[in-house]
């Protein structure tokens, strides 16, 4: 636990510094959609080029574990939206739902925990689960989402205009273009390089300033909630925390994983929920506060969870 709660602590302190300038004036109320605006149209998609740009398919490509951890986030992603449509729940919210419950903080608390608890081994198999994550999964409940708010087309005029939607998504196009230019061969300039570390830099602490913005307009977390909110919050924490780490060794243990590799695979899988959920709900303008409770509640819990994992592991 106490490896766990350096690299917890600072996700806090940025979202207590957002709720704190809130709730004190320095920032207005419009503060938190223009933030989000700064991180989903330049901060993150300059990440998302910059991690695929980088990205050495000869160390990367380990087909069983793409299988493992991909497979058991779809899986789950797909699990949760049946299940939240079957509670009455829009297509565009279940699909943000199933991000809340297969979406794992791997870019922010990932490679500080995998370095502290497996090693430098385990950098390139978190390299590719954050691949995974911010790349297919989330593009995946974009097209959900995109297909659930252009419902009223019916069969060719509902998949032009998802296309057509998502042809304008930087969050689609920047890793594009990014494993466009690792497979040519090209080197990124050194300029464009230190120009795509600092606005990719600000992404994630940009969004944790933003979740406590949204806090400090909608109560704050832990404040009453609607008895259905609550359950649902604890329906996709028990999916994020637990359902999805199970799935994912299952998976990697049925594929043969080597020992390194199916506990990289299931310590990425058992990470708290990320941001992206909420960056997409401010985006689309889809009601937030489950999405802010769950990064949350999970957040606390994974200190308890993900400590339990690494221990049993070490053993």
């Not at 304008?168 to 464009?192: D, E, I, T």
């Not at 307009?217 to 924490?237: C, D, I, Q």
Request: overall charge positive; some cysteine.
């Amino acid at each position: 636990m106490l490896a766990t709660l350096p690299v917890v602590l600072p996700i806090f302190a940025l979202i207590l510094t957002g709720w704190l300038a809130r709730r004190g004036g320095l920032l207005g109320p419009q503060a938190t959609s223009e933030i989000n605006r700064f991180v989903v149209y330049l901060a993150l998609p300059a990440l998302l080029f910059d991690v695929m740009a980088h990205a050495a398919w000869s160390e990367i490509w380990q087909p069983g574990f793409i299988a493992a951890f991909g497979g058991s986030s779809l899986a789950l992603l797909a699990l949760t939206v049946a299940l939240r449509l079957r509670r009455g729940r829009p297509l565009a919210d279940a699909a943000i739902d199933g991000l809340n419950a297969a979406y794992p903080n791997t870019g922010f608390m990932g490679f500080p925990l995998a370095l502290v608890a497996l090693g430098p081994a385990a950098l390139a198999p978190t390299t590719i689960a954050t691949i995974l994550t911010v790349c297919l999964v989330f593009a995946g409940a974009i097209v959900l989402i995109e297909a659930g708010l252009r419902a009223g087309p019916g069969g060719a005029r509902l998949v032009g205009a998802v296309a057509r939607a998502l042809a304008r998504n930087p969050l689609l196009l920047a890793p594009l273009a990014g494993a466009m230019l690792a497979a040519s061969g090209l080197a990124v300039p050194a300029p464009a390089e230190t120009f795509l570390k600092l606005l990719g830099g600000a992404a994630s602490p940009c969004a944790l300033v933003a979740l406590g913005l949204f806090l400090a307009r909608s109560g704050g977390a832990g404040a009453p909630r609607p008895g259905r909110e609550a359950g649902a919050t604890a329906l996709l924490v028990a999916l994020k925390l637990v359902v999805h780490p199970v799935l994912t060794y299952a998976l990697g243990r049925w594929l043969g994983l080597s020992p390194i590799l199916l506990h990289t695979a299931v310590l990425m899988a058992a990470l708290p929920t990320g941001t992206g959920p909420f960056m997409l709900a401010e985006f689309y303008r889809r009601e937030g506060a489950v999405t802010a409770d769950t990064i949350l509640v999970s957040t606390v819990l994974s200190v308890g969870t993900v400590s339990a994992y690494l221990a049993v592991a070490a053993g």
